[in-house]
Each structure stands twice: as structure tokens, then as C-alpha cells.
């Protein structure tokens, strides 16, 4: 298996083993019997103590050391080698290969922590046959069912703790407590210790017509996460085309993937809020979260995502969102543009930047709406984005600001790197319409500032209680009551909360360019009688004052 060149399958099934148990290599020193090209050891080589790889292959080993410089690779026989100074061994997809199993299994032994063995399962890769036929694999000397395997592994290890996983045959391979017969692979752990536990995501999409960008997005979130994952992806008025795909998509996947229509592009912030919406009504998951369309996570993006959010949890610091680095995105949350050029060098610049952060977590005030992660309760506290933000634009720091004033604390994840193409959400959500960003952001700029009672929009991170009128809860099925409304730029806006001052005085001269100027007297008159109404409160309420 060499990453960005095997098969998808093989890549889902290998990687899926990997980064299931990541929290059991932090501190240990650890083997990885038949390492082949390195991939993995390099992986545990990030957390592990010592991280060593061996096999029978030279050119194997010698590209190992070359490519992954924090592991160690030697070339050695998996039945002969010492495992005694280990905490760890795993050994995935190795046992079948060997003419001697229980022999390995003795070797296996001298290592008094823990030993994680996986096999493919007979039924699955070589129905009918028995347990002495040759397996259709040639390059396999013998292959067990579920409970042939675990016969063998309990008669080898009677004195020892004993667990059995099974790793599904559909996408995306996930690992599961307990024997199934009719797994993909078996997997055998020998030793104490919690088995890891990775909470369960709903994550909501938004998308209009980005297609090929949306399922990338969905394939490598769903690869490189050893937990339950489901989407629920939102098309924001969409093309009949693009629904097609994806509902096609969606067929390969029901477990995993809804498909919601909607006909009318609602902006990302609604858009958001009715798959997360869907999500919170229909699945059991422990976090919910939002995405653009157009991301690529790397294998360590999500889980390190979900630990830190762990490590959080466990500190007490009540933590309500997270969110990862990006390289394209505003504020604390940028790296520089990473060297790109293809699913290759993707998975190498994550892989690198990882090892130089992994871990390392932030306070902050500010979580992009790119990508965030939140807990079940602080959704249930605040609700989603606001849809007065129609479009988008300060949504996320309206959000930020809800979460900060319901006691919740905001976080980055500086190990977690999620690859944006940049750009295109809001593109494929502008698309068709004659709206400009520029005049978008303006527009919500004024709308927040006015929401937040705000001079300045930068000053939203020093608000320290709610205005009057303002609630912290924003329903995620909440729809934006339009008092009084305009048509611009081919979409409808309330001509009181949603304009900016710039467009609401646009919109007054454009009506009295096309009436006699006497009409400007029924304009000041309504000003004057503004100021003189003010101006007589004021009066009264310093005599109040007085008194």
C-alpha cells in the first residue's frame, strides 16, 4: 500500500487501522511488523516514543528511512525479531502471509504490552473454501473465519487479556467491538486497556453546483476518520444535474449521506442550518459541525481535530467549537500556501505540518465558518447562524459571539490542517446572481454592527452581555422576517434591517429622482420630527435626572 498511488480500498482499509488506535501510540515505543513502504510507521512516529518498522523487504525499508525521517526502519524476518523492549506491536495484514502463524505469535508474545493483529477473513476474500484450501490470495499462505481466528489467538495467549474487532467491508472499512462473521477483516488486540472511543460527527454542507469538489470533500472526510460520520449536504438551489450526482452518491451510501433540496439558494448560513437541523433530528451523533464544499482534509486532520476537542473536554474548560488551520482562510487560522500540486503532495504537507504541531491547541475568539466542530449541548444553546446574514459574512463572528456569552470557550486546533481550494462556497453560492461580495460584506457589516449595538464591528470580541432585544439563541429553522421588502441585485432584502445605510440612501433617490422636488419637503419634515422627538427625550430625561 503506498499512499496516493494504491487502490482507494486498500488505502481505506489500511488507513482506517491506523488511525483507530492513534491514542495507544502517545508515549510508547512501538513496532510495526511488516511495515512495507513506511506510511504507517511514519504516522505513529508523530505521538510514539520510539516508532520502528521492519521487513523483509530491502528497497522497502531504504525508501522508509528516506521518506519518513522520525521512524526507523530495518530489515528483519517478523518471526524472528525481538519484540521484548515493545509497548506496542501491530501487525496489520501479516500473519496470513507467514508459513509458521503460531510461530509468529510465540515471537509476538515476548512483548508484555499490547499487540494488535489483523487478518482478512476467509468468508470475505475467499468464499468457500476451507481452513487448509490455498487462499485466492497467492501471495497468502492461510486464511481464517472470524471465530477460526480468534480459537487460534485464544489458545496462544491464555494468560492474556483478550478482544476482538471487526473491520466492515463497506465504505469507509470503520472498526467495530465484537466478532462479525461477515467482516472484511478480523482483529485480534492482546492486553489491558480502554479501547479507543471516537465520538460520532454530523457534519452539514452547503453546496450549489460544485460537484466534483463536494464528493472529494465528502470521500476524504469519510476515509480519514475511524469514528461514525454523517453528512447531511444541502444543494442551495441547484441544478437538476448536480442533485442527480449526488443523490447517486447518496445511493452508494445511505448509511451515511442526506441529500436536501432546496430550490432557492438560501445562503450558506441557512443553508448550514438546515442540514444541521436535519443531523440534530435524525441521528444520534455527539458532534455536529459545518463545512464548506470545497475542502480536503489529510489522514491526521479530523482525528487530531476530535482529540484536541477530547483533551478540551477533559480539561474543564468548558470548550464549545474548535476549528482547524487552513491555508486559505482570514485571521489566526492561515499557514502559508502550502506546495500542492496533487493528492500526493497534499497528504505530504499535511504530514509535515502536523508533526511540527500536533497537540498544540489555542484560544481564540474567532472560528471561521470554513469548518468548526461543536458539541450537542452549545448547538442546542445557541442554535446556528443568523439568516438576517443572508449570503454570508460575519454569520461565523455572530455565532463566535453567541457561543462566548453562553460560557462556552472557542478553540484552534494548530495540528489540524484542512486544505481549502479557496473561494469557491461563496462563488458557487453568488453564481447566477447579480450579487457582488463587496457589496455583501457591507451590507452584513452594517447589519452586525447594528444587531451588537457596535460602533466599530471589530470591537464584537469586548461585548460582555446580550442588547436589548437580542437573543442568544438563534432556532435552526429560523427564517428572517422581512418587514418591508426591496429588490436588488435579483434577490430580496428588508429595506429596514438589511441594506446598508449606502443602499437605503440609494434606494430613497432613486424614488425622488422620479417625483416633483417638493417631495424632499415630506423627507426633511419626517427627519426634523426624528431629531425634535429626540431632542425633546433627551430634555425630559435629564429633568428626570434632575429630580
Not at 103 to 114: D, E, P, Q
Request: aromatic residues 10%.
Amino acid at each position: 500500500m503506498v499512499p496516493g498511488k494504491s487502490d482507494v480500498a486498500t488505502e481505506l482499509f489500511h488507513w482506517q487501522r491506523y488511525l483507530y488506535f492513534r491514542p495507544w501510540y502517545d508515549d510508547a515505543k512501538v513496532v510495526d511488523a511488516a511495515s512495507g513502504e513506511g506510511y504507517g510507521t511514519g504516522f505513529i512516529s508523530t505521538y510514539a516514543t520510539s516508532a520502528i518498522g521492519i521487513d523483509l523487504c530491502g528497497d522497502a525499508v531504504a525508501h522508509g528511512n528516506t521518506r519518513y525521517s522520525d521512524a526507523k526502519f530495518d530489515v528483519h524476518d517478523v518471526t524472528t525479531f525481538d519484540y521484548s523492549n515493545a509497548d506496542l506491536v501491530v501487525s496489520f495484514e501479516t500473519i496470513e502471509h507467514v508459513p509458521d502463524p503460531v510461530g509468529l505469535l510465540k515471537a509476538y508474545g515476548a512483548c508484555s504490552g499490547r499487540i494488535v493483529i489483523s487478518t482478512p477473513n476467509r468468508k470475505t476474500h475467499s468464499p468457500g473454501n476451507s481452513l487448509t484450501d490455498k487462499p485466492l490470495n497467492s501471495f497468502h499462505t492461510v486464511e481464517w473465519t472470524p471465530n477460526e481466528f480468534a480459537e487460534l489467538i485464544r489458545e496462544n495467549f491464555p494468560d492474556r487479556q483478550v478482544r476482538f474487532l471487526s473491520q466492515e467491508g463497506r465504505w469507509p472499512g470503520l472498526i467495530t467491538e465484537g466478532l462479525d462473521d461477515d467482516a472484511m477483516y478480523c482483529i485480534a488486540v492482546i492486553g489491558d486497556g480502554e479501547l479507543p472511543k471516537w465520538p460520532s460527527i454530523g457534519l452539514a454542507i452547503p453546496t450549489v453546483d460544485n460537484v466534483a469538489q463536494a464528493q472529494e470533500t465528502l470521500v476524504h472526510f469519510s476515509r480519514f476518520y475511524p469514528g461514525q460520520i454523517r453528512f447531511a449536504v444541502v444543494c442551495n438551489g441547484s441544478s437538476e444535474a448536480t442533485i442527480s450526482k449526488l443523490k447517486e452518491h447518496a445511493q452508494t451510501v445511505p448509511y451515511m449521506l442526506e441529500i436536501i433540496e432546496s430550490k432557492e439558494n438560501l445562503g450558506y448560513g441557512r443553508g448550514a442550518n438546515i442540514g444541521l437541523d436535519w443531523l440534530r433530528n435524525n441521528t444520534d451523533c455527539e458532534l455536529f459541525g459545518v463545512s464548506n464544499d470545497d475542502v480536503v482534509p489529510g489522514p491526521s486532520t479530523l482525528p487530531e481535530l476530535v482529540s484536541a476537542f477530547s483533551f478540551l473536554q477533559d480539561s474543564g474548560v468548558n470548550p464549545g467549537m474548535i476549528g482547524p488551520m487552513s491555508n486559505e482562510i482570514n485571521g489566526l487560522q492561515k499557514v502559508e500556501t502550502l506546495p500542492i500540486t496533487d493528492l500526493e503532495s497534499l497528504l505530504y504537507s499535511v504530514e509535515a505540518y502536523h508533526k511540527q504541531n500536533h497537540g498544540q491547541v489555542v484560544e481564540h475568539l474567532q472560528i471561521r465558518g470554513l469548518f468548526f466542530l461543536m458539541t450537542k449541548e452549545c448547538l442546542d444553546t445557541v442554535g446556528g447562524f443568523d439568516p438576517r446574514f443572508n449570503y454570508g459574512n460575519f454569520e461565523d463572528d455572530d455565532l463566535n459571539l453567541r457561543c462566548k456569552l453562553a460560557g462556552y470557550t472557542l478553540w484552534l486546533s494548530q495540528g489540524s490542517l484542512l486544505f481549502h481550494h479557496g473561494s469557491q462556497t461563496f462563488a458557487q453560492l453568488l453564481e447566477g446572481s447579480t450579487i457582488r461580495y463587496s457589496a455583501s460584506l457591507e451590507r452584513n457589516k452594517e447589519i452586525f454592527k447594528w444587531k451588537w449595538d457596535l460602533m466599530d464591528p471589530d470591537q464584537w470580541p469586548m461585548v460582555s452581555e446580550l442588547p436589548d432585544g437580542v437573543n442568544l439563541q438563534v432556532p435552526l429553522d429560523a427564517t428572517y422576517p422581512i418587514e418591508y421588502p426591496v429588490n436588488m441585485e435579483g434577490q430580496t432584502f428588508d429595506l429596514y434591517s438589511q441594506l446598508s445605510d449606502i443602499e437605503f440612501v440609494k434606494w430613497v433617490y432613486d424614488r425622488l429622482q422620479v417625483r416633483d422636488r417638493s417631495a424632499r419637503r415630506e423627507v426633511v419634515k419626517a427627519l426634523v420630527a426624528t431629531q425634535l422627538t429626540s431632542a425633546v427625550a433627551e430634555v425630559q430625561e435629564q429633568k428626570q435626572i434632575a429630580v
